[in-house]
């Protein structure tokens, strides 16, 4: 295929047409967050304490039927346990008060048999507490991943068809098709928004050199066929599930940052603000793999190191946590440039589809690593972290894509560069070999 980017260079790289591009992808995706992130707050678990029925109890025992428990440093009311009710009625009938003249540390416990109460301080309800699903967090943490499977599916679905409707066809993949015409109508259109004017002939003479133009078929067996295009493919759907786990997992854990879960939710949303204007200038000026493992190397420090930091000193984890949400919204972002530079035109969705839904895996299992604090407060974070980590491997071995032209057939694609084991160890062993004069 002739080099398309000499085509069509007359248009110019940031003209009234891609801008009218540009604005309307943002648009597609406003529905995804919608859809994906109410969760935050529909399945947030507001403060609770057992329900305990007034019959027979005095107005001491009523205030001292909730066991305390000590949570980040503070004494909290037990959320799923009470003192056994039958025990507590002889007290009040004998006249005995708690405390005084009974030691509470002594007495059995129950669970909360009558239902719990919820304050209202934020919410006034949730799903949580609609279904009273405080204390089984085996029916809680599959319900949230269920509305966050939903959520990101209806988002996905109505961005699908507002992209159908108001994007206009790629010209680059209707001459991978042999639609020559048509490419042709939506430059010439790119054109006249751009102000500029095209050649008489932009894709040579698309009516009797259609051979120009031959028509590449591709399916996603052809990301299997050939070794190097299987580990990149295998590489990137890695890199993919991690990042979607960690941007997922804090999203999701917002509401935790705060009293306040409406203030963490908008400090969450405000730190994505710099962290794709950082990704625009990442694209302009550095090597995607190096962009890359400095996304995961500052996520994977900041995660490590919020489980360091003192309970008193909670602003620098909020920080240290904001600043891994910067490096998974920036890495993302870079991902979607990156998986399309590696592919050619006829493959490039179908990769993509490939690596967003795997992403899509990660997003789903993402709520169940958030619920791994009711085991140790700083597991999702070390999870997160370890992740992040780990994916530093896979992306140092990917292909380097970094102003290059994009290929437009797997041949070219083959021919990207990148680095093994084997010439990683002989260059190492070149370097350090030293001709040292016999005297």
């Keep these: 295929?002739?080099?398309?980017?000499?085509?069509?260079?007359?248009?110019?790289?940031?003209?009234?047409?891609?801008?009218?591009?540009?604005?309307?992808?943002?648009?597609?995706?406003?529905?995804?967050?919608?859809?994906?992130?109410?969760?935050?707050?529909?399945?947030?678990?507001?403060?609770?304490?057992?329900?305990?029925?007034?019959?027979?109890?005095?107005?001491?025992?009523?205030?001292?039927?909730v066991p305390l428990k000590v949570v980040d440093g503070e004494l909290q009311p037990n959320g799923c346990r009470r003192y056994r009710l039958d025990l507590l009625r002889n007290f009040s009938a004998n006249g005995l008060l708690p405390g005084r003249d009974v030691n509470l540390s002594s007495l059995e416990q129950e669970d909360c048999a009558d239902g719990w109460v919820y304050s209202t301080d934020v919410y006034q309800s949730t799903v949580v507490s609609q279904f009273d699903l405080v204390c089984s967090q085996h029916w809680k943490q599959p319900l949230t991943a269920t509305i966050f499977f939903l959520g990101v599916l209806v988002g996905s679905f109505f961005s699908g068809v507002l992209a159908d409707r108001i994007l206009p066809e790629s010209p680059m993949w209707l001459l991978s098709q042999g639609r020559v015409t048509e490419a042709e109508a939506i430059v010439r259109k790119a054109a006249k928004m751009n102000r500029v004017v095209a050649p008489e002939k932009i894709f040579l003479n698309s009516m009797s050199h259609s051979e120009e133009w031959p028509v590449e078929r591709y399916n996603v067996l052809d990301l299997l066929k050939n070794r190097s295009v299987a580990i990149t493919t295998i590489l990137l759907c890695w890199v993919w599930f991690a990042l979607s786990v960690c941007y997922y997992g804090l999203s999701l854990n917002?509401?935790?940052?705060?009293?306040?879960?409406?203030?963490?939710?908008?400090?969450?949303?405000?730190?994505?603000?710099?962290?794709?204007?950082?990704?625009?200038?990442?694209?302009?000026?550095?090597?995607?793999?190096?962009?890359?493992?400095?996304?995961?190397?500052?996520?994977?420090?900041?995660?490590?190191?919020?489980?360091?930091?003192?309970?008193?000193?909670?602003?620098?984890?909020?920080?240290?946590?904001?600043?891994?949400?910067?490096?998974?919204?920036?890495?993302?972002?870079?991902?979607?440039?990156?998986?399309?530079?590696?592919?050619?035109?006829?493959?490039r969705n179908t990769a993509s589809g490939i690596c967003v839904m795997v992403s899509r895996t990660g997003s789903c299992i993402a709520p169940f690593v958030v619920q791994l604090n009711i085991f140790f407060k700083y597991l999702p974070y070390i999870t997160l972290g370890a992740l992040a980590m780990l994916s530093i491997l896979a992306t140092i071995f990917l292909p380097e894509s970094f102003r290059s032209p994009l290929p437009e057939s797997l041949e070219q694609m083959q021919k990207r560069k990148s680095v093994t084991c084997p010439s990683v160890f002989r260059r190492k062993i070149s370097k350090s070999v030293v001709v040292e004069s016999p005297l």
């Design 1 to 65: 295929m002739r080099d398309y980017d000499s085509s069509v260079a007359f248009l110019g790289t940031w003209g009234r047409f891609q801008l009218m591009v540009f604005f309307l992808l943002c648009s597609t995706i406003l529905p995804n967050g919608t859809g994906s992130f109410s969760l935050v707050f529909i399945t947030d678990t507001p403060q609770h304490r057992c329900q305990i029925p007034d019959a027979n109890l005095s107005h001491e025992w009523q205030q001292a039927a």
């Design 254 to 347: 917002t509401s935790q940052l705060h009293s306040d879960p409406y203030i963490s939710c908008f400090l969450s949303a405000v730190v994505e603000v710099p962290a794709y204007a950082s990704c625009s200038l990442a694209i302009r000026y550095l090597p995607r793999r190096l962009a890359v493992v400095a996304v995961f190397i500052t996520m994977g420090l900041a995660l490590f190191s919020i489980q360091l930091v003192p309970p008193s000193i909670l602003g620098l984890a909020v920080a240290l946590e904001m600043l891994g949400k910067f490096g998974a919204t920036a890495g993302t972002s870079l991902l979607f440039a990156f998986t399309a530079e590696l592919y050619p035109t006829g493959l």
